[in-house]
């Protein structure tokens, strides 16, 4: 998937200049990525989980004493999250307070990780992020272990996307499923929660056994209704 750039106004420079600005599609939560890397690599989650645990405690022991680390992946190093604290009777030839909380951990990535990277990307110019519609990233079924294709009525599904905010209140928003059959029937999600703009979990509705593509609508600002759809199909079966 190629990364969006999309030019905004820029108020520190003013008169209608306009500056890129990289909309970000969303954040990978750790027990995907560990799923991800057990299809990819073959391993277990277990042993992958051991050895990101492994590398959190060795960097812990040697950044805990000042020291630069050097991996694969880039330099961690610590240093100093943000101005010390000023002495409270305002008399400069004090020391400052300083304390662990003035301490953060700078990463500078390896450099030919960095071009690896660069080498992979696509960039797509994209509308102002305020016109985008909405994205469906990842569906999930709570009660199949997790599978993403399939589901019956009454069971659990997790949406992530982005910009997913919609007005229970409106019937021409929400969540909805159309069938692939001639007639496209779209029958609405009614029972559901959302957190935040990012996630929506509900309820599959009483549907008919067959293929279903899920779509989010929403109305930003009041404006036009704005439709995400999910790039693949869930099949519906009988509920048992």
């Known amino acids: ?9 820029d108020n520190i420079r ?17 027990p995907f990525f560990l799923r991800f890397m057990e299809k990819t690599t ?13 590398l959190s405690d060795a960097l812990l022991f040697f950044l805990r004493e ?12 610590p240093g100093m999250r943000s101005r010390p604290r000023d ?4 008399d400069s030839s004090q020391w400052p307070t300083i304390d662990s909380e003035s301490i953060g951990i700078n990463f500078r990535p390896d450099s030919a990780f ?10 797509d110019m994209v509308e102002a992020p305020e016109l985008i519609p909405p994205s469906i ?13 399939e589901g019956s009525p009454g069971q659990i599904l997790h949406i992530w996307g982005r910009r997913l905010s919609f007005s229970r209140m409106d019937p021409e928003q929400g969540v909805f499923f159309v069938s692939a059959a001639p007639e496209a029937k ?16 509900g309820k599959i509705p009483d549907l008919s056994p067959g293929a279903y593509s899920i779509e989010i609508r929403t109305r930003p600002k009041g404006k036009g209704v704005r439709v995400g759809k999910y790039a693949a199909m869930i099949r519906i079966f009988q509920a048992e």
């Open 14 to 30: 003013g008169n209608g200049a306009l500056a890129p600005r990289l909309v970000r599609q969303g954040k990978v939560d750790f």
């Open 186 to 201: 779209a029958t609405r999600m009614s029972v559901y929660s959302r957190n935040g703009s990012n996630n929506v979990d």
């Open 42 to 54: 073959g391993r277990s989650g277990p042993d992958l989980r051991a050895a990101f645990d492994t």
């Open 66 to 77: 000042g020291n630069e680390v050097r991996t694969p992946l880039g330099v961690f190093a």
């Open 114 to 123: 960095l071009k690896r990277i660069r080498r992979a990307i696509s960039i």
């Open 1 to 9: 998937m190629p990364l969006k750039v999309a030019l905004v106004k």
């Open 137 to 149: 990233l990842r569906v999930e079924n709570m009660n199949c272990d997790r599978s993403v294709g």
């Open 87 to 90: 002495p409270e009777a305002g």
